[in-house]
């Protein structure tokens, strides 16, 4: 069985919203995360080390409904110490949310990712993701929470991995302070030991720049399984 670390590394981190663009609307969103301290060790053999990787993704986004929003990864990419330079695959998501979930007191939605791996990002060539949504907007105050199961369509309920994240913010006039917890508490039917299981807690601060929608963060490794420190930034803005 995979460690928790295995599935943890990723090139997106971020707790959805239900926020979707509008529709006819095309976006863009520039993911990157670079980990200066990290697992030194390969989750499994010939994978990327975390310890000084890079990992990005380029998410393009359509506004298909009101209800409905739908997107592709590509290119997923790595650079790490070992491998070098390398493409990871790609993914499709199809984002289901309430429609304005922006301007309501109570949101929901789900979210589901189906992904095409190359061997040095994921043992498994076809992995899924499927990701409920549920928060509050009450201003200034948001809580979202997104209880995430993974899926490596192997060994029916027993491959579902949960990876929760939460995120708490305080918004002001044109930022935003938030705190968010990404973790890996290894298969649903029977979590690891918390020794190993993967939490990181994140900083965040968000704010508008010209056309982008910038949002950097720093994020602290709490257990043994978990890389020590990770940097995140998330670049986003609309193309039409």
Do not use: C
Request: net charge neutral; hydrophobic share 40%; aromatic share 14%.
């Amino acid at each position: 069985m995979l460690a928790p670390a295995a599935f943890a590394q990723t090139d997106e981190i971020q707790v959805y919203d239900g926020g979707l663009a509008d529709v006819g609307k095309f976006n863009l969103t520039i993911h990157s995360n670079f980990t200066p301290k990290g697992i030194k060790t390969p989750a499994f053999p010939g994978a990327i080390t975390s310890d000084h990787s890079f990992n990005g993704a380029a998410e393009w986004a359509l506004g298909v409904t009101k209800w409905f929003e739908a997107g592709l990864y590509l290119p997923l990419y790595s650079v790490d110490k070992d491998l070098g330079a390398k493409i990871n695959g790609g993914k499709i998501r199809l984002l289901f949310a309430s429609p304005g979930a922006d301007d309501r007191k109570f949101f929901y939605g789900a979210n589901f990712e189906f992904s095409y791996n190359a061997k040095h990002w994921d043992e498994r060539r076809y992995t899924s993701e499927i990701r409920p949504i549920v928060g509050w907007h009450l201003k200034p105050v948001d809580i979202v929470v997104n209880p995430i199961l993974d899926n490596s369509w192997t060994g029916g309920f027993k491959s579902l991995n949960f990876a929760p994240a939460t995120r708490v913010a305080y918004n002001m006039k044109n930022w935003a302070l938030a705190i968010e917890h990404y973790g890996d508490f290894g298969p649903l039917r029977d979590f690891v030991p918390a020794h190993d299981q993967y939490h990181m807690i994140y900083g965040v601060v968000g704010f508008k720049m010209k056309d982008w929608d910038v949002e950097p963060g720093v994020g602290i490794g709490v257990t043994a399984a978990t890389d020590k420190v990770t940097l995140k930034l998330i670049l986003s803005r609309d193309l039409n």
